[in-house]
């Protein structure tokens, strides 16, 4: 951000659009086949999403809808915890893939054949 002068919307505008292509042709020098991977299973993973997004679409319980949507939102911050790995931001990456991993703990409480139940305390 140092080159960057708020008079001039162009040059913030330059660091929005920013493309770190050395950073990205080092990564996919090293890494090519663990992007190859990744998108293999990513894709696997959503052709699995698409099905039970179908199994619960017309259903009106709360927590099979619940867990349908949890599991997107999982996929999509695995996604994009990915990209900005690549894209060489390490630190929004690690956050993202800290909530893709709570998503997972909260899709398998959720996923409980039976219905959770939340006793209120009597004070």
Same mark, same amino acid.
């Given at each position: 951000m140092e080159n960057v002068e708020p008079k001039k919307p162009e040059d913030i505008l330059d660091l929005i659009y920013e493309k770190n292509t050395n950073v990205l042709d080092e990564f996919q020098k090293h890494f090519s086949d663990e992007i190859c991977d990744f998108v #293999?299973?990513?894709s696997e993973a959503h052709e699995k999403f698409k099905e039970l997004d =179908? #199994?619960? /679409?017309? +259903? +009106?319980?709360?927590q099979? *809808?619940?867990?349908?949507l949890l599991l997107f939102v999982m996929l999509d911050n695995l996604f994009v915890s990915v990209k900005l790995? *690549?894209? /060489?931001?390490? #630190?929004p990456s =690690?956050?993202?893939m800290r909530q893709v991993l709570e998503g997972i703990a909260l899709y398998s409480l959720c996923s409980l054949?039976?219905?959770i139940i939340i006793k209120k305390k009597k004070w």
């Open positions: #293999l299973y990513f =179908g #199994l619960v /679409g017309n +259903t +009106t319980n709360e099979k *809808i619940a867990v349908a790995f *690549i894209l /060489g931001y390490q #630190l =690690g956050n993202l054949k039976d219905e």
